[in-house]
């Protein structure tokens, strides 16, 4: 086996745990709305995940761990898929406040971090931006 062949295989997988955080966050308040299955639609394909691995995440308890990228804008770009589909339905609950610093501090940040980029990015969503303007927001 080649190295790119393992190399994609852990890129693979760091995509289906990720898809299954999204996927977590998505039906933490019960069920998932429309607008949420349309943004996880997008992120299936986006992240390459196969029908079979979608119908898994979404009949099953997340089994996947949180395996955080090494570059800390990959982090970011998570964070922000994180905050695309919890406000796909305009509003922002307490579950889903407290699954999205779990999810932070798995990806590496410190609690006082967490809550810092959680803080910026509620007020930041509030509008509509997009991944570069996020990156640049956050990290001033």
């Known amino acids: 086996m080649a190295i790119a062949d393992l190399y994609s295989s852990g890129e693979h997988r760091r995509n289906l745990a990720h898809f299954a955080a999204l996927a977590t966050l998505a039906s933490v308040d019960g069920e998932i709305s429309p607008e949420e299955k349309s943004l996880l639609d997008r992120f299936a394909t986006k992240l390459d995940i196969t029908e079979s691995e979608y119908k898994e995440v979404m009949k099953k308890e997340n089994k996947y761990p949180i395996v955080p990228p090494h570059d800390s804008e990959k982090?970011?770009?998570r964070l922000y898929d994180l905050f695309r589909i919890i406000f796909s339905d305009h509003?922002?609950?307490?579950?889903?406040?407290?699954?999205?610093k779990k999810y932070a501090i798995g990806l590496g940040y410190s609690d006082e971090q967490a809550d810092a980029i959680i803080n910026k990015s509620v007020a930041i969503f509030s509008g509509q931006i997009d991944f570069d303007d996020y990156v640049y927001l956050v990290k001033r």
């Open 75 to 77: 982090r970011l770009e």
């Open 91 to 100: 509003l922002i609950d307490d579950e889903e406040m407290v699954f999205l």
